[in-house]
């Protein structure tokens, strides 16, 4: 997929991972800490990390697919060496996902796991400490991209002073 419409598919399917992958990190944090979110919006949210694993390879891809079709700037490259990264902060985020729901799902069973098992303090604590440093990560990689890809696409294209005219 190169283009939708008429544009780049990279620049409709970046704005998906820019707002899907910190809303998973912040509900990864959410049920990782909080049991009634976990009941609420681990399933949920597995899922949703699950699509954004998915989407960031299609995205980057279009995106390669766009950097042949413009001037092969400094900026550029380093929104496309920092766009790659995107997918090592998007799988943690989508394993830790899972595991927390996994481990709700097993509160409601008979479970013969003890230390694994959702009674486990100290599984819940690794999980909770784990959880917000891959949020933490998520988040400031995705910021980083999403600025340089900015910064590339927009400086020197417009001005404080308002247009004649407008």
């Known amino acids: 997929m190169t ?10 399917l970046v704005h998906a991972i820019v707002v899907l992958l910190p809303l998973s990190a ?12 976990r009941a609420r919006l681990a399933g949920p949210n597995a899922i949703l990390a699950v699509l954004v694993v998915v ?24 929104h496309t060496e920092l766009g790659d990264t ?4 998007a799988i943690p985020v989508a394993v830790l996902a899972l595991l927390v729901w996994w481990r709700q799902r097993e509160t409601g069973a008979e479970s013969r796991r ?10 819940t604590v690794a ?20 600025d340089s890809g900015a910064e ?12 004649a005219g407008r």
């Open 3 to 12: 283009t939708v419409n008429g544009l780049p598919a990279h620049i409709l």
């Open 26 to 37: 912040l509900l990864l944090v959410l049920t990782a800490l909080w049991p009634a979110a």
């Open 55 to 78: 989407l960031v390879p299609i995205t980057t891809d279009a995106g390669e697919w766009l950097e042949r079709q413009v001037a092969r700037t400094p900026l550029v490259r380093t």
């Open 86 to 89: 995107a997918i090592w902060v």
């Open 114 to 123: 003890t230390y694994l098992g959702p009674a486990s303090k100290a599984v």
């Open 127 to 146: 999980l909770a400490v784990l959880s917000i440093a891959a949020a933490g990560a998520a988040v400031f990689d995705i910021y980083r991209i999403g």
């Open 152 to 163: 590339a696409t927009w400086q020197g294209q417009f001005g404080t002073a308002p247009t």
